[in-house]
């Protein structure tokens, strides 16, 4: 016992050290000399599983190496405590809970430039209803997306990347690129609204005396594109100055993010203790009227015509204005003296009632006048007005869907949770709670903002979108307190934070997107500084930035970036109905609060918003992100992420396959299916490369294609040479650019190994109608005549299974997908009828480029008693009816002698045979006979119905009743009919019988169909069995004595293969490609090698042959 345990031991420990991973000790055994034991524990309670341990670890191992997971992509913050730390800290453990890490910075990233600069705007131009219904829109699809990011966020681990990661690991590499550079887009679009609103806080209400262009006294246009040359100047010089920063160092920009947040949250705090203030004790905001209309506060102190002084009257700032001179004689304006300056209070309070005259909106032209309804004025109706640069005016034409495309940007930053899942402490608990936490505090704040802008503020100061009436001031700030100034600077902080985090967190995504090598133009983004700051996709961001800053309007940059984000939302809900849908496996999130038709309803709400904000920027977005899925689809790298869209494939060709499985296809929708039989060489190499260029030519890339080849051996120990062999037939499908399947089947011997495959090929209703195999070279030369045995058997099987046979002959001579034929004919030999494979196919090759200048020749073969004439009118006719062009011939020929070259031919046929049955069999060669006899006795078996082994039918003229007889059998009896015209000898072979056409019954000449080439040929009655002797034939021919031995039938067969090879080769051997009848093979198993010879003698001379077997039904019709 000792000595086996210390043998056990020494295993265990061989067995650790080959594995390379030397076993986990149990965590019971702590000190190191317990090692050993451990080991020994291991291989003893797990010796069964031993072997494996390389593949499949011990559980204990893998868990331990998953609990210390840390490899999540850095964050901003670690690059800079690795650079501080020159590596040290490499992998900080994550410490953001779900405040710190996501409530706060959504909040932030949420309430922005928008809520300051045109929150109030909005109420005065849409009114409190229609504002209220466009926060609504806007809060329910970002809730709606929220729910879907949850469940998508907590599905798994999330990696740095966030948003991209997400939905390219559930939508796929196409899907997730093309929504990754939307929403990148969309932050970098972002960053360039955020700048634009700091400038236009900085030059319109901090300090106006900064402007480079001056915009004193200039009206109109004039002073629209001096403000906007000011806006692009100063925008640019802050963005590089941001991008300085983020360049030089992002812990600058997160250390000053606090601040920024603290600034955000004191303005919004300043306004609701505004608002709470008017209610007990309003302000006193007064707004100079003329008439109905507000005026510009500059340029004038008092708001009066004229004032009463000691001396009398005098005019006022105000009248210089309107007037010509000082004096009260002055020629003034029309509408300065028919109305009366009066004040109005700008916040009456929420007390005052003024909510009702601010439900409804007032939509403006862009030159509008900004006027108090309910007000008297006097002015004539056609009066001209004049000096408009006196009143606050409507700077754009304003509609509800601008407002929406306007204010969709306040309700985006949703995602900046999740993008920095990879500093949380437990994303999949602190995600979702922080998301809709954050979401719900704004979309509060804003839904009340709306109701307290429209219940406190007068109308036309809210429509006053500059603060122009109320001396420059910003519309919010006159509203807070204890100042404007809180407002105005808390404000310009906060947008300035927002566009450094923009500009912060896009070359991260852009990083992430060029890192996952998904887009191969964006590689190099992915490179940056040692630490590993982006620093390529930072130039790229700041340059696309510009751009934004160079359209210099807030009004026009809102809506670009509302559409990026609209998108990235709208596949962010699909991606999570998708997976909801497909009920995938590894679909199980711990955030249970979804249901697809949530997320359904966020997609259409999507949508719904892009076309409102702008039906022309939506179609730009949707072409941009259709045009990067397309370059990925074609250009991208191969990724398999297990991402929903695959799943929606499998599903969709699950469906299909089920549909198929209903009934076989239609006439019209016939097509064929090819199976592909390929040979390989010793080293899996293809050795018929022509095959596929066929395949190629045939198929014009519609249809199933299967390309199969077989291997001889048995799976085990053949299994490396199979997939060798499957990996060199999808090589040279790509190169001959075919699309479909490649299967290999090892088997103890080829044949089986073919059945296998012509069997078990396809999958349900997606099954192979035709078979493509190339005619065995040299098998005549060839030592072995199993393969032509096989060949044989191939064409039986293929006839028992009702598949279509294409057996091209001379295979190296077909042309390549290359070479074009620039004239020529395809010619088409029909003899018999079989479904109509014959028309089909020229026509689908002449779909291919290849083939396309070749014209269509039909040829059919009239006997003595046809009426070539008629045949040819119609056979011209059905042509046209089958849509199909092509000259038609009709080739008559007559009875003739059987010449002394056909008896020459048919002698040494059957005595090549005979030796090959006499000659001395090696042991290899016996063994081989062996198996070819069970093979054909299985095969007989396999094949004959128990009806049909009673019936041995010839069908001559003298049995009036055989055409009724067969008839009643089925179809495949009919094809395989024998006959026994000649003398009973072990070696007679069966006539090559003509298939039966699929409607038997329905055609007049049946019969005649069912007869063989011989009969059809000469025209002349078959004779009853024993009445065509030799000794009948001695009168015309000159006998020789070995002749008369000679089996007739075999004689009369190579009379029509000669005769018929004769017609063809005079008619068609300038021909690019024949195609031709095959005939069937003997029934008779012992004249196979005779068949052979039939189909050589047959096709001889002809450079490329295509052999056609039909499959027994009809592939072609007249009907529509």
């Given at each position: 016992i000792r000595e086996q345990l210390s043998a056990s031991d020494h295993i265990s420990g061989a067995l650790s050290s080959r594995d390379g991973n030397p076993k986990e000790s149990s965590p019971f055994i702590n000190s190191s000399d317990e090692v050993q034991k451990s080991q020994q524990y291991d291989g003893k309670n797990m010796a069964l599983f031993e072997e494996e341990i390389e593949t499949s670890p011990m559980v204990s191992t893998m868990i331990s190496s998953l609990a210390n997971y840390s490899n999540l992509p850095q964050g901003s913050k670690e690059h800079e405590e690795e650079s501080d730390n020159h590596g040290s800290a490499r992998f900080?453990?994550?410490?953001?809970?779900?405040?710190?890490?996501?409530?706060?910075?959504c909040i932030q990233n949420i309430f922005g430039v928008i809520l300051f600069l045109r929150m109030t705007w909005m109420v005065g131009i849409g009114g409190v209803i229609g504002s209220f219904i466009i926060v609504f829109m806007c809060c329910s699809t970002t809730m709606l997306t929220a729910i879907s990011m949850s469940a998508i966020a907590t599905n798994g681990v999330v990696p740095a990347g966030g948003s991209y990661y997400m939905i390219s690991r559930s939508l796929g590499p196409e899907f997730g690129g093309a929504v990754g550079i939307c929403f990148y887009l969309g932050t970098t679009f972002a960053g360039a609204m955020y700048i634009l609103g700091s400038i236009e806080l900085l030059l319109i209400y901090i300090v106006p005396q900064a402007a480079i262009f001056k915009m004193e006294g200039l009206e109109g246009a004039e002073a629209e594109a001096a403000l906007l040359n000011n806006m692009r100047v100063y925008g640019t010089l802050v963005l590089t100055f941001m991008a300085t920063v983020v360049f030089v160092g992002v812990k600058y920009v997160n250390k000053l993010a606090l601040v920024f947040l603290a600034c955000v949250i004191l303005s919004i705090l300043a306004v609701y203790a505004g608002v709470i203030k008017t209610a007990i004790d309003p302000p006193d905001f007064p707004v100079c009227m003329l008439g109905n209309r507000p005026l510009i506060s500059k340029g004038f102190d008092v708001c009066a015509k004229t004032l009463e002084n000691g001396n009398g009257t005098v005019t006022t700032k105000l009248w210089r204005i309107f007037c010509d001179s000082p004096f009260l004689n002055a020629t003034c304006d029309e509408y300065f003296v028919n109305n009366n300056v009066s004040y109005i209070q700008g916040i009456p309070g929420v007390m005052s009632g003024i909510l009702k005259d601010n439900l409804f909106g007032t939509y403006l032209e862009k030159g509008d006048l900004v006027a108090k309804k309910g007000v008297a004025t006097v002015e004539g109706p056609d009066d001209p007005l004049t000096n408009s640069n006196r009143y606050v005016l409507a700077d754009i034409t304003s509609f509800f869907t601008l407002l929406v495309g306007i204010y969709f940007p306040s309700v985006t930053g949703i995602m900046a949770g999740s993008n920095r899942s990879g500093d949380l402490r437990d994303a999949q608990k602190s995600i979702p709670i922080g998301t809709i936490a954050a979401i719900t505090t704004t979309s509060l704040v804003y839904m009340s903002a709306v109701i307290l802008f429209g219940a406190c503020i007068e109308g036309v100061v809210l429509r006053d979108k500059f603060g122009e009436g109320v001396n420059g001031n910003l519309v919010i700030g006159t509203l807070a307190w204890p100042s404007p100034w809180v407002i105005v600077i808390g404000s310009f902080f906060s947008t300035c934070g927002a566009g450094l985090q923009s500009l912060t967190g896009a070359p991260r995504l852009m990083q992430a997107i060029s890192r996952d090598g998904v887009v191969p133009i964006l590689r190099v983004f992915g490179h940056g500084k040692a630490n590993g700051e982006p620093t390529w996709a930072l130039l790229l961001t700041a340059c696309i930035c510009e751009t934004g800053i160079l359209i210099a309007s807030l009004d026009a940059v809102a809506p670009i970036l509302s559409m990026f984000f609209l998108m990235c939302y709208m596949f962010v809900n699909l991606a999570c109905a998708l997976q909801t849908l497909l009920r995938t496996p590894n679909w199980r999130p711990r955030f249970k609060f979804y249901h697809w038709a949530l997320s359904f309803l966020g997609m259409s709400l999507c949508l719904s918003l892009m076309f409102i904000c702008s039906w022309f920027y939506a179609i730009v977005a949707m072409v941009i992100a259709s045009s990067i899925y397309k370059y990925i689809e074609f250009h991208g790298a191969e990724k398999e992420w297990g991402d929903g869209i695959r799943g929606i494939s499998l599903s969709a060709a699950r469906y299909a396959l089920m549909r198929l499985e209903e009934g076989p296809p239609h006439t019209k929708n016939w097509r064929p299916q090819l199976l592909v039989l390929v040979s390989t060489d010793a080293e899996q190499n293809v050795e018929q490369p022509r095959l596929l260029s066929l395949t190629n030519q045939l198929k014009a890339g519609k249809g199933l294609t299967i390309v199969g080849t077989a291997l001889e051996g048995t799976y085990l120990e053949n299994h490396p040479q199979a997939q060798r062999a499957e990996q060199s037939l999808r090589k040279l499908m790509e190169t001959e650019k075919v699309k479909g399947f490649c299967q290999v089947t090892i088997s103890s011997n080829m044949r089986d190994a073919t059945s296998h495959l012509l069997q078990a090929s396809g999958l349900g209703g997606l099954m192979h109608n035709t078979v493509l195999v190339s005619w065995p070279r040299n098998?005549?030369?060839?030592?072995?005549?199993?393969?032509?045995?096989?060949?044989?058997?191939?064409?039986?099987?293929?006839?028992?299974?009702?598949?279509?046979?294409?057996?091209?002959?001379?295979?190296?001579?077909?042309?390549?997908?290359?070479?074009?034929?620039?004239?020529?004919?395809?010619?088409?030999?029909?003899?018999?009828?079989?479904?109509?494979?014959?028309?089909?196919?020229?026509?689908?090759?002449?779909?291919?480029?290849?083939?396309?200048?070749?014209?269509?020749?039909?040829?059919?073969?009239?006997?003595?008693?046809?009426?070539?004439?008629?045949?040819?009118?119609?056979?011209?006719?059905?042509l046209y009816h089958l849509r199909i062009d092509a000259e038609v011939e009709v080739v008559e020929m007559h009875d003739s002698d059987i010449s002394a070259y056909t008896y020459e031919k048919t002698l040494v046929m059957e005595q090549r045979s005979q030796i090959l049955k006499q000659i001395n069999l090696t042991k290899t060669e016996r063994e081989r006979e062996i198996q070819s006899i069970t093979d054909s006795s299985r095969g007989s078996i396999r094949r004959k119905n128990p009806a049909a082994v009673t019936t041995h039918l010839s069908v001559t003229e003298e049995q009036p009743g055989a055409s009724s007889k067969a008839e009643e059998k089925p179809e495949e009896e009919v094809q395989l009919i024998h006959d026994s015209t000649g003398p009973a000898s072990p070696i007679t072979p069966a006539a090559p019988l003509t298939p039966a056409t699929e409607g038997g019954a329905q055609t007049p000449g049946s019969a005649q169909v069912q007869m063989t080439w011989t009969e059809k040929l000469d025209g002349e009655p078959a004779k009853p069995p024993g009445a065509s002797t030799p000794e009948g034939i001695k009168d015309i021919f000159n006998m020789k004595p070995e002749w008369e031995n000679l089996n007739q039938s075999n004689v009369r067969r190579m009379h029509t293969a000669l005769r018929l090879n004769g017609v063809i080769v005079k008619k068609s051997s300038e021909a690019k490609l024949v195609l031709l009848n095959m005939p069937g093979p003997p029934k008779n198993r012992a004249g196979d090698e005779n068949y052979m010879e039939f189909l050589e003698v047959l096709t001889e001379g002809l450079n490329r042959v295509l052999l056609v077997r039909g499959g027994g039904r009809e592939v072609i019709t007249i009907y529509s």
């Open positions: 900080p453990a994550p410490q953001l809970g779900t405040l710190m890490g996501v409530y706060l910075p098998w005549k030369q060839s030592d072995d005549h199993q393969t032509w045995r096989d060949f044989i058997e191939l064409v039986r099987e293929t006839t028992a299974a009702h598949l279509a046979l294409l057996v091209p002959k001379n295979i190296a001579a077909f042309p390549s997908n290359g070479e074009r034929f620039s004239e020529g004919h395809i010619d088409v030999w029909w003899i018999v009828h079989d479904g109509g494979m014959l028309m089909l196919l020229p026509f689908l090759l002449r779909q291919h480029k290849v083939w396309r200048k070749c014209k269509m020749r039909i040829f059919t073969v009239a006997q003595m008693d046809d009426n070539s004439i008629q045949m040819k009118k119609d056979l011209t006719t059905f």
